[in-house]
T-cell receptor, first 111, second 117 residues
Framework: GAGVSQSPSNKVTEKGKDVELRCDPI?????LYWYRQSLGQGLEFLIY????????KSGLPSDRFSAERTGGSVSTLTIQRTQQEDSAVYLC?????????FGPGTRLLVL | AQSVTQPDIHITVSEGASLELRCNYS??????LFWYVQSPGQGLQLLLK??????LVQGIKGFEAEFKRSQSSFNLRKPSVHWSDAAEYFC???????????????FGKGTKLSVKP
């Protein structure tokens, strides 16, 4: 069946611009997670959505980062006023119960 | 603090040789443990997981891992490595939340595996 999909696969932007990254979870999965993977920091948790509950935003590094999940399905991660240190691979995962399944990621490069 | 340590950044083994990747964790609650593999330019693929029960778990691609509570370890093993196993391997720990959903995972820094012909 279809896995987690993310778009775009690559994004190059200029410092100070806003970017939006999209995640389509596996159909029927109630939980959705965003992680960031960078050379210096490894894999870091950003934000977590579970059903209709308020999201767990405890991993967001600054108020420039936000995410929403519409209709309990698709999610968008928005980074405002991008900085060079935001360059990383952004991974989305979804789960129904105990196992998270990951998408291929969006590679973001901020020039 | 909750953490996962993978002490080996890079390991090189010969094709056909056995493999053991180390993982140690620090976690306050009963841990749920995972190993994921990531090939270049790809997302993370689940190899295996441990929640409870038999401490030796089998995964895909001939991998297995053993949970040792006394050592806070969850080492990954494979008896005979294939060239296609070259990738980066991540150990992760998480917990089940109230209601049955899984909280966020905490990952180790990863171990890059190279395979010599």
């Amino acid at each position: 069946g279809a896995g987690v999909s993310q778009s775009p696969s690559n994004k190059v932007t200029e410092k100070g611009k806003d970017v939006e990254l999209r995640c389509d979870p596996i159909s029927g999965h109630t939980a959705l997670y965003w992680y960031r993977q960078s050379l210096g920091q490894g894999l870091e948790f950003l934000i977590y959505f579970q059903g209709n509950s308020a999201p767990d935003k405890s991993g967001l590094p600054s108020d420039r980062f936000s995410a929403e999940r519409t209709g309990g399905s698709v999610s968008t991660l928005t980074i405002q006023r991008t900085q060079q240190e935001d360059s990383a691979v952004y991974l989305c995962a979804s789960s129904f119960v105990e196992t998270q399944y990951f998408g291929p990621g969006t590679r973001l490069l901020v020039l | 603090a909750q953490s996962v340590t993978q002490p080996d950044i890079h390991i090189t083994v010969s094709e056909g040789a056995s493999l053991e990747l180390r993982c140690n964790y620090s976690y306050g609650a009963t841990p749920y443990l995972f190993w994921y593999v990531q090939s270049p330019g790809q997302g993370l693929q689940l190899l295996l997981k441990y929640f409870s029960g038999d401490t030796l778990v089998q995964g895909i691609k001939g991998f297995e891992a053993e949970f040792k509570r006394s050592q806070s370890s969850f080492n990954l093993r494979k008896p005979s490595v294939h060239w296609s196993d070259a990738a980066e391997y991540f150990c992760a720990v998480g917990a089940m939340l109230y209601g049955g959903s899984q909280g966020n995972l905490i990952f180790g820094k990863g171990t890059k595996l190279s395979v010599k012909p």
